[in-house]
């Protein structure tokens, strides 16, 4: 079965959506306040699930409804406890917590007061002292409600923070899910239901990532920046426009500085171009001695009156970098780039998609490790944290939307598309800066093979193309083959696993076939962007058998076989599924989970880690330059 996924290239955008998503940053004129740690908790476990609501939770403290526990944010919150209705638990669960806030920030009336959610999956409410202040639909994008207003009601009490999540999947959320309830009493319990979910990941939820409250001035303030960069010969370019909120006329001024704090460019204006003379330009891991070169682009915003001058001060990470495709190439920097890397999955023991620093800097260097330059955000969008990782260390990303599992024909309607949009604008929005992020990922493995006029989220990626037509790089969707909105084609196979299992010598014939088909049809790059098999670690066997590490290792050699051969012509990149072993849902396929992990779950090297590592660093070695401190491994 060949599966096709849809990508779109980047690099800017022009967004329904009315406002900016900055990640909040601290600067002159901004604070930044974290609120992770312990949350009150209580899932409602009532059977219409409806009893918060009913009962107004959000009223009074969380404790004087109910029992609570304490639950730490970010983290699902499915593997917490040792309660296995809350690890499968779907409905509202409410968290809660009191914050201090800042007097200053109370009592100026002049400072903007913003709550923002990294992400809560999947639909959220937020209350701020029994006010309902914002609502959110999608569970991997951030959201934000100003709340001054509410907590400058009572100066005095403390600021309650009640936010309740919903993880039921409709056939409209994305991913889709159905809820089905089982009503035979002879074989099911009263009120017993079950979550059908169409991908192949837990659905984990909860509160994802960081909870924040932030600071603006009120008056005016920067509410968006979107960047697209170029160059020519060694003068770098960097096209900005710079959108502003608020009622005072203030006067806007643009500093580009490099790392060592230099001012190289600058402007003013809200549009505008800012040139860099002996640019350094932003390159991905292993293609240059020094990688991920950023810039830092001050955006200044003044206003003064008789009596004072008042000011925000935003500072945005920009990377100087191109992205094309031709018919054979993906290009950075008009260089070949071959995305030699992995597919990922935000989950680990415990935490399940919980943001957690730990395991991302160990992910990274792993990544690092094996030489792996890029990697698909498989099967939604991750924390921005993560992208800015990616910025710093050149790690090259292939964004994708939560679109997956897309499969039944109920999902295929208006209301789909549109939410589809949604998300998509939400996700350009967040991440279009990234100079990391050279592609977009409209979906995963959708049925594209509806015909064009039943296929809303063929449409989605026709809307979306619309969207960021105006732009240098613009590629067009692959997800619908007949469509022709493709700048490069992604395939996922899985030859001698679920077709031929065991039958290790289909992999070269059928491989060839399935790109030498592709490419004859569409005349597009390919990337192989899954491939894998199961494998239990510590599980051997010689000659190798289904599950073993020597059958994992096999697999990998003999697609790399056909690789080596098709990459001198059309094929541009090869993305082992997956990087690590991650949780599903229970099922006869899943020996807890998915174990096509090259690294186990607790981010242990199996055999065919040191396959791809071994391949990786050779692949970089013809392609690129190795930076300076590969010298010395022991940084890695
Ligand atoms: C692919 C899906 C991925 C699955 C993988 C598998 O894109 O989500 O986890 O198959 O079955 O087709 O391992």
Redesign the pocket.
């Known amino acids: 079965m060949l ?1 096709v996924l849809c990508l779109l290239a980047v690099v800017d955008s022009v967004l329904l959506l009315d406002s900016g998503m900055l990640f909040p940053r601290e600067s002159a004129s901004r604070e930044v306040k974290e609120l992770n740690g312990l949350w009150a908790f209580r899932a409602d476990i009532s059977p219409s699930r409806n009893q918060g609501f009913e009962e107004a939770w959000y009223k009074s403290r969380l404790i004087e409804s109910g029992p609570v526990i304490d639950m730490p944010v970010p983290a699902s919150y499915n593997d917490i406890t040792q309660d296995p209705s809350l690890r499968t638990f779907t409905g509202w669960v409410w968290y809660e917590r009191e914050v201090v806030v800042p007097t200053r920030w109370i009592t100026d009336e002049e400072i903007r007061v913003v709550l923002r959610v990294g992400s809560a999956h999947y639909y959220s409410v937020v209350w701020v002292n029994g006010v309902k202040v914002t609502e959110h639909n999608g569970g991997h994008l951030p959201f934000e409600a100003e709340i001054g207003s509410v907590i400058r009601k009572d100066p005095t009490a403390k600021c309650r923070i009640t936010i309740a999540v919903n993880n039921t999947l409709t056939l409209e959320t994305l991913p889709p899910g159905t809820i089905q309830y089982m009503n035979d009493p002879t074989r099911y319990p009263k009120g017993f239901f079950v979550q059908n979910i169409f ?3 837990f659905n984990y939820a909860g509160i994802h990532r960081s909870v924040l409250l932030y600071t603006t001035p009120k008056a005016f303030y920067v509410d968006d920046i979107t960047v697209v960069t170029d160059f020519s010969d060694n003068a770098g370019l960097v096209n900005y426009k710079v959108s502003v909120k608020g009622s005072a006329a203030a006067t806007l001024k643009l500093t580009l500085m490099d790392k060592e704090g230099h001012c190289v460019a600058s402007s003013s204006g809200s549009v505008g171009a800012l040139k860099v003379a002996d640019v350094k330009l932003w390159w991905p891991y292993l293609m240059h001695e020094n990688p991920g070169y950023l810039y830092s682009l001050e955006v200044h915003l003044t206003a003064a009156n008789d009596k004072s001058t008042s000011e925000d001060v935003y500072l945005l990470p920009v990377g100087i970098r191109t992205v094309k495709v031709s018919s054979t190439q993906f290009l950075i920097n008009n260089k070949p780039f071959y995305f030699h890397g992995v597919n990922k999955h935000e989950d680990s023991d415990i935490r399940g998609k919980g943001f957690d620093w730990p395991l991302i800097v160990k992910d990274f260097n792993l990544m690092k490790w094996m030489g792996a330059n890029s990697f698909r955000t ?2 939604y969008p991750y924390a921005e944290e993560i992208l800015q990782m990616c910025d710093q260390h050149g790690i090259v990303v292939i964004d994708e939307c939560p679109g ?1 599992g897309i499969k039944d024909i109920r999902s295929f309607g208006n209301a789909s598309l549109t939410h589809h949009l949604v998300v998509m604008d939400e996700l350009v929005r967040r991440d279009k800066n990234h100079p990391s992020v050279v592609m977009w990922s409209v979906a ?2 959708p049925a594209s093979e509806m015909p064009p006029e039943n296929n809303e989220h063929a449409m989605a990626s026709k809307h979306f193309q619309d969207l960021i037509s105006p732009l240098q790089h613009v590629a067009r969707c692959v997800f619908f083959p007949q469509a022709p909105y493709v700048d490069v084609v992604c395939v ?1 196979s ?1 030859f001698s696993w679920y077709h031929d299992p065991g039958y290790l010598e289909v992999i070269p014939i059928q491989l060839n076939t399935q790109f030498e088909d592709w490419y004859a049809k569409y005349q597009k790059p390919i990337i192989q962007s ?1 491939y ?1 098999a199961d494998t239990l670690p510590g599980l051997h066997n010689d000659p190798p058998l289904m599950f073993t590490e020597e059958y994992q290792q096999a697999v990998l050699q003999h697609y790399h076989n056909v690789f080596d051969q098709k990459r001198k012509h059309y094929v541009i990149g090869e993305l082992i ?1 997956n990087f690590a072993d991650f949780m599903t849902v229970q099922g006869i396929t899943r020996v807890v989970g ?1 174990k ?1 992990g090259v690294f186990t779950r607790q981010r242990q090297p199996k055999a065919a880690a040191f396959i791809l590592k071994e391949r990786y660093w050779r692949l970089a070695n013809e392609t690129g330059k190795l930076p300076y401190w590969t010298k010395y491994p022991c940084s890695l």
């Open positions: 599966r991908f192949d990941f498989s099967h997956v995963n493995e996922n899985y899954e894998g599924w998915n096509k």
